[in-house]
């Protein structure tokens, strides 16, 4: 072992190359996340307002509430993983596991009774979307961890970035095109129908379609835990939570890259939930919707392949931070597009969606790389609560920019459906606030994002050193142990 050199460490991970079906394999399992994830941000907002008969203030209460617990949940899942070794691995036993009860908690969620009182419903949205939160995080983190498992090589890394770049646009497009022309398709029926009549009819739209993604998700999972293997070996097969701690204290690069993605993800978050209103109250029509989410999925299937090209051009870092220009202009012109001027909006939001499209994969691939520097800070290996944490920003951001969102809708004062107006009719603050927050709101949390990330000092040559550094070091040390927990010396 101690004859082994950095140089030939280093010609390794060059010619390192993930098998086709493992890259692939990683993508489906991002699409099995977005049938139960895009779901919740691009749907329940919309969902509980206009179908279950919310108010849009206590759902602003709500998402604020239990995405917080769901930040929470992050670390919990975060710690249990890096305490976990089996045969399979550390990280694929959650994904086969967790699989159909996410799904399955994902259509309980869009099944709130409507023979309960407004108390009781709400109750119930409390507890079901707080308890998909926690076994989404159960298959989330050990997914998102997986990749920093399955090789240390940029290149490759940037391969399964765009692979789930990809499965993760496919999945919104699919639920979306599933959803919203049905929804649409009610529109001239809705002026007939009473409250509860039309109510009931869009409740079994998303019966039949959780349940539909309950088959198809399992599927995909199935698909990312039979290819996806663990490849990178480790020093020790569990980490405690004091040697947690230290490998997170000292991660400079993560505590940027957490900072600067809190601010993008508010923007992100705010607007995932605002889109169907966009398209109802803006565009005119909420079939409009399925051109939104083509027009932003699109481009991310478009640029997907891309990728691994475009970080091996300008890097991680450099790619990252300068694409929140696209954000910033096309979310201040989409904000003072005119309301109806269909074409002008899709074209700033493909603007807008260039930059948030890239921001959101490249994060993924720069949180894998802060896990081989917190092991050279720290000796020890930590991929799960690494990527715990940088979740658990996440989720904050979710909750914040969910939140927003819905609390922009009521102090703009959106007019919630009831059975005494069924088909309110809004007031102009409240479109203006459904505009802030698809344009406005993102651009400017744009803009504080890169200066904060201006600091980042990890970039890919940095991190190739550090790679192979914290290599050479186990490889001498000895007593490396597999994926599969057995010794290898």
């Known amino acids: ?27 489906f399992g991002d699409f099995a996340n977005n049938l139960a994830f895009t779901l919740s941000t691009a749907f329940l907002l919309y969902y509980y307002t206009d179908v279950a008969g919310l108010s849009a203030a206590s759902v602003a209460t709500m998402f604020f509430v239990v995405r917080l617990w769901d930040a929470f949940a ?15 691995g550390k990280f694929r036993p959650f994904i086969l596991f967790g699989a159909v009860p996410l799904l399955f908690l994902s259509y309980l969620t869009f099944h709130v009774p409507a023979s309960l009182e407004q ?21 989330n983190i050990p997914y998102g961890s997986l990749a920093s498992a399955m090789t240390q ?34 529109r001239e029926e809705k002026k007939t129908l009473s409250s509860a009549e039309y109510q009931e009819k869009v409740q079994t739209i998303f019966t039949q379609t959780t349940l539909l993604f309950i088959v198809l998700g399992s599927l995909a999972y199935a698909v990312t835990w039979y290819f996806c293997r663990e490849q990178v070996v480790r020093t020790q097969p569990r980490v405690t939570l004091r040697e947690t701690w230290d490998t997170l204290k000292g991660n400079k690069p993560l505590g940027y890259l957490c900072a600067a ?36 999925s699109g481009i991310s299937i478009l640029a997907a392949p891309f990728i691994p090209w475009l970080v091996n051009r300008y890097g991680k870092k450099a790619l990252f931070q300068y694409c929140g220009v696209f954000t910033i202009v096309g979310g201040l012109a989409l904000f003072f597009t005119p309301a109806g001027a269909v074409i002008p909006a899709l074209i700033f939001l493909g603007v807008k969606g260039i930059g948030a499209a890239l921001i959101n994969t490249l994060m993924f691939g720069l949180e894998a790389d802060t896990v081989e520097y917190g092991e050279w800070t720290s000796g020890k290996r930590a991929e799960g609560t690494t990527y715990a944490l940088f979740s658990f920003t996440r989720k904050i951001t ?12 009521a102090w703009g004062g959106y007019l919630s459906a009831t059975p005494d107006m069924p088909n309110p009719i809004q007031p102009e603050t409240a479109v203006t606030a459904i505009r802030a927050t698809m344009g406005l709101i993102p651009a400017l949390a744009a803009l504080i994002a890169m200066i904060i990330f201006w600091k980042y000092p990890l970039t890919d040559q940095r991190f190739k050193e550090i790679r192979n550094e914290t290599e050479l070091r186990k490889r001498q040390e000895g007593h490396l142990i597999a994926p599969d927990g057995h010794v290898l010396d």
């Open 398 to 409: 979710q909750s914040v920019g969910g939140a927003l969102g819905a609390a922009a809708l």
């Open 261 to 296: 993605s809190f601010f993008y993800l508010i923007g992100l978050f705010a607007v995932g939930g605002a889109s169907v209103y966009y398209a109802q109250y803006v565009l005119g029509d909420i079939k409009w919707v399925g051109p939104i989410t083509l027009v932003n």
């Open 1 to 27: 072992m101690s004859s082994v050199t950095k140089e030939a460490i280093a010609q390794e991970f060059v010619v390192e190359r993930l098998p086709k079906r493992s890259v692939i394999g990683y993508g």
């Open 119 to 139: 108390g009781q419903k709400l109750l119930y949205a409390y507890a079901t979307y707080a308890v998909l939160g926690l076994v989404y995080s159960l298959v």
């Open 74 to 88: 992050d670390v919990f899942a975060g710690r249990l993983v890096d305490r976990t070794m089996t045969r399979m």
């Open 153 to 186: 090589s940029v290149n490759e890394r940037a391969k399964l970035v765009a692979s789930r770049f990809f499965g993760g646009a496919l999945g919104g497009i699919v639920l979306t095109y599933i959803i919203a022309p049905r929804i649409s398709g009610l």
